[in-house]
């Protein structure tokens, strides 16, 4: 079965930089929309950043100007750069994709921003 995969993440002290990557462990045929989600313990898993087969993205607005997602269509990559993070940002970091039928989750990346 088919999953995404996810590289990146870790810890980084406020300020810095960190980039998030996901691709599929196999051939997916049409994905349309990609992105990035995030959770904390307790709380309810939220948006990060889309982008959809066209390259149209959208963003949270707590990461609007920080973070910037793109997209590698003929490799289905889907790339979170992360900069100015901040300690709020810490979470788990889930990668998304959708097609016309399913919906794929990966596994998760844990994001700490501490001193």
């Known amino acids: 079965q088919v999953q995404l995969v996810e590289s990146g993440g870790g810890l980084v002290q406020p300020g810095g930089s960190l980039s998030l990557s996901c691709a599929p462990s196999?051939?997916?045929?049409?994905?349309?929309?990609m992105g990035w989600y995030r959770q904390v313990p307790g709380k309810q898993r939220e948006l990060v950043a889309t982008?959809?087969?066209?390259?149209?993205?959208n963003y949270a607005a707590s990461v609007k100007g920080r973070f910037t997602i793109s997209r590698d269509n003929a490799k289905n990559r889907v790339t979170l750069q992360m900069s100015s993070l901040e300690p709020e940002d810490t979470a788990v970091y889930y990668c998304?994709?959708?097609?016309?039928?399913?919906?794929?989750w990966g596994q998760g990346t844990q994001v700490t921003v501490s001193s």
């Open positions: 982008v959809t087969y066209g390259g149209t993205t």
């Open positions: 998304n994709a959708g097609t016309e039928y399913q919906n794929y």
């Open positions: 196999g051939i997916v045929y049409g994905i349309t929309t």
